[in-house]
């Protein structure tokens, strides 16, 4: 699960060109949007596109992302839950 | 100085004439269809392309040298200037809109002929020119969903500086695999025909074609008089807040229009129409209701016309011009199709079934788009 | 009305011009996205939006960073942007199609698609410099200064601007070019620049 979401910083850093951010400087509980990230709804659907094409998951209505795209943890949570 | 519109040609899965378009809408004739076809996206899709039996009725189809885009300018231009008599080529400026122009000529698997040079909307454009015979080199708008209020625009403010005496307006964009599959990784296209405003709405429709408008100081030039309308002001904004969401106050659509009024000299009260952008995405339709609500526009009839044509992006403008002039010569509104139940928060006086009103005077067509710009135009019928 | 080149800005594969002063030599050669960063970095802009433009974006921002330090407030209303274009959006466009080559790997991005669009640049100035006013890209061979010229000089007349930031921004296959004019109607003091704005306007010299 830990490796699951230092993978998942990694790949949402590269994914959203987070210039100036580490992996370690976010917190896995920390909320991704509305907060320091300063991430928007074209991050919000590029993120869509990050769990379709790293772990195959797909989310047909954006809203599904809302809840999903909290933080590291739900992200991750959703990731195990969807698992095949 | 008085700047008319005397001509026009709306090329579109409607039809290739303004008539056959105008009574294929007032017929609530629809252009979108589900499209199966993996040219334009791996999966089914709802959208608005023209059928082969139109393609090939276009009047350069004929001809290999010119791409599809531009065959569709070659029609629409050519049966526009077929309604005019005394234009001097010497004094008249192409002014072309479009968001991707040959953009498929950029695709990996592209086997046509025809040079990718003509990628550059600039060359395009030139090669359109040059069909024509015009001297001046044209003018090309891109300006996203907004290009074609753009180029009325720019045409309108040329003419009236003294450089030319009229122009030859024409906005088209096609719809291709390089515009599907962007509209749906933004989650932006409806799964079954657009429904602008309504609560039920769940995205766009795209749909290509395009629309050409002869913009002149000469009233003269337009060879039906019945056909003729003012342009008489205009206005362009930016929302200023995000390049692909639109503003959740309206405050760049207040401000065109707002300014598009106050050159006009006239009231929202003298409006007897609005034609509205109405892509039927969520955040487009209530963003568009919040500013006409503000500025008390709520309740002046009002209809989008995007479930007839779908969104033709840099065509949009100028297809949707022609069709608001069309009503207003009529004295006849036409419904916004597949309106049911009032889908903002602030309530607009959506056009539902054919509605003859009795003065059109003066109406307003709206326009905003990605990278947060709007446009407003208002026509003055004569 | 009379009008003034308040300031001027020129980013090029070679160097960085504010007003006529070099800003950065590229002195290694580097490619846009090193050469822009490097940028970013001498003028400590703290805008982390930048990293999310697309090429042809990043240009422009910096051109109308260097255009606009000395501006300190302007009614957003008043100010439009004319920016003329060739290549429109085609190092996003070409990437997009990358994007949807493969059938069977077809992932196109949305933070890719939104800048797939050459008036995308205009609409990353103005939210950056909060300009709410017109905003017009033309696509065209190179500056043609006459048109331009006239365009704008119309737009201060008919809708009372106050500035207008005008010139050319073109990015294709890591050659380009940002070449940018702050033009105005106020008199105001300590302008880096104070040219007459004519339709040689980009023959300036310093």
Redesign the interface.
Known sequence: MEELKDNLKAAIIEALNLEDVNAADIDNDEPLFGGGLGLDSIDALELIVLLEKNYGLKIENPEEGREIFQSINTIAAFIERNKK | MEIYSVADNITSPLGLDTASNHAACRKGVSGIDKIHS?VYY?EPFYGAVLKQDLKKALSGSSESSYTFLEQLFIHSISDALSHTSGLNKQRTLLVLSS???N?DL????YKGTISKKR????VM?NAIAAHFDLLH?P??????CISGL?AVL?AK??I??G?YDHAIVTGGDILS??VV???????AISDEPCRPYDADRKGVSLGEGCGTMIITRNKSLAKNPRELVRVLSG???????????PSRTG??LK?VVK?ALQ?AGISVEDLAYINAHGTATMFNDEMEAIAFDAIGLGSTPLNSLKGYFGHTLGAAGVIESIITIKQMKAGELIPSIRFQNMGTTKPLNIVRSIKTISACEYALKTTS?????NAAVVYKNV | MKLHIQAHSRITPISAYAHGELVLNNKENLTFNLFGKELYRYLTVQYPKFFKMDELCQLAFLGTELLTSHIDHWDGEKVAIVLGNKSSSLSSDKRHYDSIADKNNYFPSPAVFVYTLPNIMLGELCIRHKITGENTCFLMEKLDAEFMHTYVKHLFEVELYQYCITGFVDYSDNDYVAELYLVSSQNDTDTPLSQNFDKNFNQIIF
Do not use: W, Y
Request: with cysteine; glycine share 12%; proline share 3%.
């Open positions: 993996s791996p968001t991707k122009g953009i950029l695709a990996k698997d990628i550059e909307m600039e454009a080199p003018v090309v708008v891109s300006n996203a753009s720019t403010r040329l009236e500086v450089l695999e390089f599959s962007g509209f749906q990784c933004l989650k206005s362009q904004s930016n929302d200023a807040n995000h390049i692909s969401g405050e760049g401000l300014r050159h788009g990605f990278g947060g710009c």
